[in-house]
């Protein structure tokens, strides 16, 4: 019944909104010019390219158009990959209360709908019996925030202090502390950053020393065969997808186009290790031929001056 | 005037001047990701990774290495747990503790868990087997299989030395995993080299693989059946080893008998079709 009401407001949307929106999104250059300065350096939306001050708003639009059916798309578009993904980062990092240990204090970035942070909340009472962990979720979206803590509350992880959610800008990360953070993760979030570099920086910032850096992205995707049908796949079916489905064809465009944006497995974690964090070996792992990838630092226990 | 304009002409034909603004371009289209970044999906070429790849291997240029500082001194000490813990994730999270690391680091500096510990073991054998034995000058006399013999035999006493040989039996259960397979043949792969270079084989010729492989097969044997040797001090180990290389001589005189008799028939063969008369090529 849920399902199928959220399909015909879906499909509602589509009938009406589809174009006005495309507008919207894609004419960047005359909306913008009213509230930014000259001086503004330019970043990429999609294949786009945008004011910097614009970019946030564009992904935020982006995201609270997805809130409602971000899940049930992410089925659609991998087809329940994106679940075993989440699985395998989890239990890799495997986050808990460890004999002779503290309880954790993690940080999920972008985590809005709580995907991650639940996992991880499960991972550590199920498998360490902590119950003492917490995740602080941050998302710089309101609508993703309320739609996890919706979650939260029928999954039965709120009213309790192991959760709890924060709005909250990725490149800046304003309200936590420094050196506060034993685990940070960010999860198919950090593409959506303008700056990311900013956004590692503040990483290493909050983390404790020996913290770590835990990310998982879309990468590329190597053999090129399989990367030509992957291409394929991303930019005509995807978006057709995101319009019989959520109603929304331009926010999965933009998904495809930002995925394509996105640096190497190797540039990325180059970026890593800018930002100061050791990596062990290449600094990354590939899941499903480069599809996604899971890139870890740690934050060293002497700061390099 | 003419002359002036010939000159112009011939400079601007002259092959140099079109190659060095041809690599110029070439150079400047390859120094600006930016601009192809900017550029849309399908006008753009295909990616190649910038990581430099050595195609080629020399004793005179030792290769970069393989583990950091800190990865050496952790993997080192979490070897100094093998014994009592094995190879496990429990030995790799007692040498983080000991270095102040919390274990949730561990997935972070060890993404294969136990095998990277396996690895970093197969590498520091092998990176310093060439330092553990060494031949005297005088050896041309010793024959290479000779010399093959005790270069496995001082390997596998590499992992009683370091007390990991009573846990052998786990490693190679993990190693032989199937995402673990491919890593764990490419080391064996870099130790029969190291071991065919270090035995002084140099050969270039068919028999590069031939020899790799065999000797190979020899260690991989003998390291299995070490796992399960209860002698003392592995007087069997030593003695399977000693009947393997034997084989290996043999197998190597007989593969080398059979090709010279097929050579012989063939020819013989055709000298026969010859002398009837046949047109055969």
Redesign the interface.
């Known amino acids: 019944m849920a399902t199928r009401s959220l399909y015909r407001s879906a499909a509602a949307k589509r009938l009406f909104v589809a174009a006005p929106r495309c507008a919207r999104l894609y004419s960047s250059g005359s909306s913008g010019s009213s509230n930014s300065n000259a001086a503004d350096k330019e970043t990429?939306f999609g294949?786009q390219?945008v004011k910097e001050s614009l970019k946030a708003s564009k992904v935020a639009e982006v995201f609270s158009s997805v809130a409602a059916s971000y899940d049930t798309m992410n089925d659609v578009m991998s087809f329940g990959i994106h679940r075993l993904w989440k699985d395998h980062f989890v239990r890799?990092?495997?986050?808990g209360r460890?004999p002779?240990?503290q309880p954790?204090k993690i940080l999920d970035v972008a985590g809005g709908t709580g995907d991650i942070a639940f996992r991880m909340l499960d991972n550590a009472a199920k498998v360490h019996h902590d119950f003492e962990t917490s995740v602080i979720v941050a998302d710089i979206n309101g609508d993703m925030l309320r739609e996890g803590e919706k979650r939260a509350l029928a999954a039965g992880y709120l009213p309790s202090d192991r959760i709890s959610f924060k709005v909250e800008d990725a490149e800046t990360l304003n309200t936590i502390p420094s050196n506060s953070v034993?685990?940070y993760t960010i999860s198919f979030g950090i593409r959506n950053v303008t700056r990311i570099q900013e956004a590692l920086k503040s990483a290493h910032r909050v983390l404790k020393p020996?913290?770590?850096?835990?990310c998982m992205e879309f990468s590329?995707v190597s053999p090129?065969p399989l990367d030509a049908i992957y291409?394929q796949y991303s930019?005509s079916v995807i978006p057709l997808m995101g319009q019989l489905v959520a109603g929304d064809r331009d926010s999965y465009q933009y998904l495809v186009e930002s995925i394509?944006?996105f640096p190497?497995q190797?540039e990325f974690a180059q970026m890593i290790r800018d930002a100061g964090f050791?990596?062990?070996?290449r600094g990354y792992?590939e899941l499903t031929f480069g599809v996604a990838s899971i890139w870890?630092?740690?934050k060293p226990?002497e700061v390099k001056k | 005037m003419r002359l002036n304009l010939l000159g112009q002409l011939l400079s601007h034909l002259s092959p140099r001047d079109s190659i060095t603004s041809f690599t110029r371009h070439v150079i400047f289209a390859a120094s600006s990701p930016t601009n192809v970044?900017?550029m849309?999906?399908r006008l753009r070429l295909?990616?190649f990774?910038?990581?430099p790849v050595r195609t080629f291997t020399s004793h005179q240029h030792p290769p970069a290495p393989a583990y950091?500082p800190?990865?050496s001194t952790l993997l080192s000490t979490a070897l100094q747990h093998v014994p009592a813990h094995g190879f496990t994730t429990t030995s790799l999270?007692l040498a983080l503790?000991a270095h102040?690391?919390?274990?949730?680091?561990?997935?972070?500096?060890?993404?294969r868990g136990a095998f990277?510990l396996i690895l970093f073991h197969l590498h520091q054998q092998r990176s310093t087997l060439k330092d553990r034995i060494v031949f005297p000058s005088s050896s041309a006399s010793t024959s290479s299989s000779d010399k093959l013999r005790s270069l496995i035999k001082t390997r596998l006493q590499g992992n009683v030395e370091t007390g990991v040989a009573e846990r052998w039996g786990d490693a190679l259960a993990v190693m032989s995993l199937a995402e673990n397979i491919p890593e764990s043949l490419r080391e064996l792969a870099r130790l029969a080299d190291e071991l065919v270079y270090l035995s002084g084989d140099t050969a270039v010729d068919t028999t590069w693989y031939a020899q790799r492989a065999g000797v190979a097969g020899v260690y991989a044997a003998t390291e299995l059946f070490m796992t399960t040797d209860k002698s003392s001090d592995y007087e069997a180990t030593w003695e399977f080893l000693d009947r393997r290389v034997d084989d290996m001589e043999k197998l190597g005189s007989v593969t080398e008998g059979v090709g010279s008799y097929l050579a012989f028939t063939a020819a013989a063969a055709g000298n026969v079709l010859r002398s009837k008369n046949v047109k055969f090529f």
Do not use: C, M, W
């Open positions: 990429h294949f390219t890799s990092l495997d986050p460890k002779g240990g954790l034993d685990l020996g913290g770590v850096f835990a590329k090129a291409q930019f394509k944006r190497s190797q050791l990596t062990a070996g792992d870890k630092g740690i226990l | 970044s900017t849309p999906p295909p990616h990774s910038a990581a950091t800190l990865e999270h503790r102040n690391y919390p274990t949730l680091t561990s997935s972070a500096f060890f993404p990277s």
